[in-house]
């Protein structure tokens, strides 16, 4: 008697929603895109969406596990592909990530996630290949931050494939200014000193660490959990070499200041040197801050999270804005 082979679904065990957490925590973007399922399972999978945002950046493994649980009670919907392809990056399934990001994009028709696809791509030893999805998009129709994320991307299967100068090509993009720091500003300045530390050229590599450090540093004390900075002006000691000067020039940079300017706060902060810190100990500190914004697959897997989250609440702003209208 045959009997008949049915596919097997590999176990999977929810893990334990903890009584504080609630579907209201999911960010009203999300949840509207949780309205084709049925209320209980809306506030089912919401829950779980919320307690992966929670944990992605301190228990990716577990932020990963809430995830594939809202994924199998709903697959088809746009956001719940995306938090999975995020937290499998975070836990390092390139593979997974890859084929998520492909349904988000297909089911989303958005390439703000190109970056980490191309980084995925990476992952499983394809660096052609990533190079490839890099080039197939139009960089003038997705936002800066996403610019400069996809060309630090690029840049890392330059080097895969043993082509520094190429891979510093890729970071030479208006964005990076040496005198206007934005949020995204930190990460790629710690990306091109890298880049420049792989060609030999330590002197300015450093320019580029302390760089790097000093805008994290400002938006670090500048930006508390509400707040968003969309723009800084940072201390800068020696002039910025006049190739590069030449290459941004298209972009208009405020001139050089001390005063952190934010156009969405009503707070200010100031970023200053600390110039009787000790040499060696700031150099040591921000190599140490430049290797972790530039490495970091579990940072870099919060800003897409974030990223994602950003994106949402311009929506949730855009509707309620058009609301007030009508």
């Not at 594939?68 to 956001?79: D, E, F, K, L, Y």
């Not at 993009?173 to 300045?189: G, R």
């Amino acid at each position: 008697m045959q009997r008949e082979l049915r596919p097997v679904r590999a176990r999977h065990d929810d893990p334990e929603l903890p009584d504080d957490i609630s579907d209201k925590d999911l960010d009203r973007v999300a949840r509207n895109e949780l309205k084709t399922l049925t209320k209980d399972n809306a506030e089912w999978v919401a829950k779980h969406l919320a307690m992966a945002a929670r944990l992605i950046e301190s228990d990716p493994e577990e932020a990963h596990k809430h995830v594939i649980s809202a994924a199998r009670r709903a697959g088809r919907i746009a956001v719940v592909r995306e938090s999975l392809a995020i937290t499998a990056y975070a836990v390092g399934d390139f593979a997974l990530a890859l084929r998520e990001l492909r349904t988000y994009r297909r089911i989303s028709g958005s390439n703000d996630q190109i970056a980490l696809m191309v980084d995925s791509e990476r992952g499983v030893g394809r660096p052609d290949r990533a190079l490839e999805l890099g080039r197939s998009v139009d960089r003038s129709t997705i936002p800066a931050a996403v610019q400069v994320a996809l060309a630090i991307a690029m840049s890392g299967a330059r080097l895969d494939l043993g082509q520094p100068e190429a891979a510093l090509g890729e970071l030479e993009i208006p964005q990076l200014d040496p005198n206007t720091a934005f949020s995204y500003s930190a990460e790629l300045f710690a990306a091109y000193a890298e880049v420049l530390q792989e060609l030999g050229r330590e002197d300015e590599a450093q320019q580029w660490i302390e760089r790097a450090s000093r805008a994290n540093a400002a938006f670090g004390e500048s930006a508390d959990e509400d707040e968003t900075i969309e723009i800084l002006e940072i201390e800068e000691d020696e002039e910025y070499d006049d190739d590069l000067a030449e290459l941004v020039g298209g972009v208009s940079a405020a001139p050089v200041s001390e005063d952190v300017v934010s156009t969405s706060s009503t707070t200010e902060s100031t970023a200053e040197a600390d110039s009787t810190t000790d040499a060696e100990s700031d150099e040591k500190a921000a190599k140490a801050e430049a290797a972790r914004l530039a490495k970091n697959a579990k940072a870099r897997a919060a800003r897409a999270a974030k990223a994602k989250a950003a994106k949402e609440t311009d929506v949730a702003v855009a509707d309620a804005e058009a609301g007030q209208e009508d």
